[in-house]
């Protein structure tokens, strides 16, 4: 049914008034007490093996909605109302931003994916923090994670970055489950430089104490959300910074700014037409699967890993499970398969666990590996 709606209405339209219009139904629906409970019964049913614990949090199951979707922590509740086990909220910067110039968010249909240059487009951490103070004190619809991915806010200067991310930080910690530093954006000038070790030692230096001095009565999860695009040798350095620093985890990965051998079936000229911008989606599967793999391999369960890129199916969930991660993150598709897709995605996920040699999803994360040294 979705589908052919989709197809009927949304294809037609603007992506990103598409965006918009899917938006405000979710919001809208979750504020209707009646409405929001039935839609939680039939698009929420809970699976009780699927519990997850993950960055000292329990959650409902592995699958959340990764940030991107909910820029501004206006639908939280929808989202958790929808299905998604944990949803993250942003990427939101110090200062409040447009994002870059309209027409920014482009469809390859055909490739099940996406193509954005959005540019950080949010209402700033100050606003933000707001709304997310009045959220848990009118007693939220849904208890659910909440995590808060922050970035550079563009006019600021590569060389005072790391006072904007503190900014934020500063501003956020106290509402966030947990706390997300994206340096992966292609979407931002200069943020993708910040992935270099040398840069990125002092930055998640300084937002760790920012969270620390901010948040005294517990520790705030910190995690780094990385690019597709990095050489092998410098996911390998990530990683063994994360483990030096005491990071919580890694977002594996971001969007990609790769067009070739990513077999599109979208012509070449259309994908060129379009211009700059990240892709998301179906053809991103492969690479972020290897870059979770890699990570994995050096880091075991030292930290926790969430795959995120091409997470299409609940085969596609297991997999990233089985390579590593403990928690995994879908967006694009959620475009494509509506609102019936975390249902899918978690009963099929619970059909696999129970087919599986494993108890429990913990004992199924890094299995493949076990296997290859074994």
């Known amino acids: 049914m979705y589908r052919f ?19 405000a ?6 504020r209707i007490p009646v409405l929001r409970t039935f839609a939680a019964a039939v698009l929420a049913p809970r699976h ?13 199951g592995p699958f959340g909605l990764a ?32 994002g870059n110039p309209k027409k920014r968010l482009f469809r390859l249909v055909a490739d099940r994916a996406l193509i954005n240059r959005m540019g950080f487009n949010n209402d700033g951490s100050a606003a933000v923090a707001r709304r997310l103070a009045e959220r848990t004190a009118g007693k939220p619809a849904f208890r659910t994670t909440v995590g808060v991915n922050i970035g550079k806010t563009k006019i600021v200067p590569e060389a005072e970055a790391v006072a904007d991310y503190v900014t934020s930080t500063e501003r956020l910690a ?18 993708r ?41 410098d996911v390998d350095a990530v990683a063994d910074l994360a483990v030096e620093l005491g990071l919580d985890g890694i977002i594996a990965t971001n969007t990609t700014i790769a067009r070739e051998g990513l077999g599109l079936c979208t012509p070449q000229r259309t994908v060129e037409a379009i211009g700059a911008g990240g892709l998301s989606g179906a053809p991103l599967k492969q690479r972020s699967l290897e870059v979770l793999r890699r990570l994995y391999a050096r880091v075991g369960d030292r930290i926790t890993l969430v795959g995120v890129g091409g997470v299409e199916t609940a085969d596609d969930v297991w997999e990233r499970i ?9 967006y694009s598709a959620f475009i494509y398969e509506g609102p019936f897709w975390c249902r899918a995605i978690h009963r099929g996920l619970a059909e ?23």
Not at 202 to 226: G, M, Q, S, Y
């Open 67 to 98: 940030a991107g979707f909910d820029k501004n922590a206006a639908a939280i509740d929808g989202m958790a109302m929808l299905g998604f086990d944990h949803v993250e909220i942003g990427t939101v910067t110090a200062q409040p931003q447009p």
């Open 193 to 233: 430089n910040l992935q270099a070790t040398e840069a990125l030692r002092p930055l998640l230096t300084a937002v760790r104490e920012a969270a620390d001095r901010t948040v005294t009565d517990r520790r705030v999860p910190l995690l780094v959300k990385i690019a597709p695009d990095l050489a092998d040798e």
């Open 352 to 374: 696999r666990l129970a087919a599986s040699p494993y108890a429990t999803l913990a004992d199924a994360v890094g299995a493949e590996h076990r296997k290859v040294t074994a």
């Open 174 to 191: 106290a509402h966030a489950d947990y706390l997300v530093v994206n340096v992966s954006s292609p979407n931002t000038p200069g943020l």
């Open 5 to 23: 709606f989709f197809r009927l209405v949304f294809r037609r339209m603007d992506p990103e008034q598409a965006h918009h219009v899917a938006f």
């Open 48 to 60: 009780k093996e699927l519990r997850t614990e993950a960055l000292g949090l329990r959650m409902h």
């Open 322 to 330: 089985l390579a590593g991660a403990t928690l995994v993150q879908g």
């Open 25 to 30: 139904w979710i919001r809208l629906a979750a």
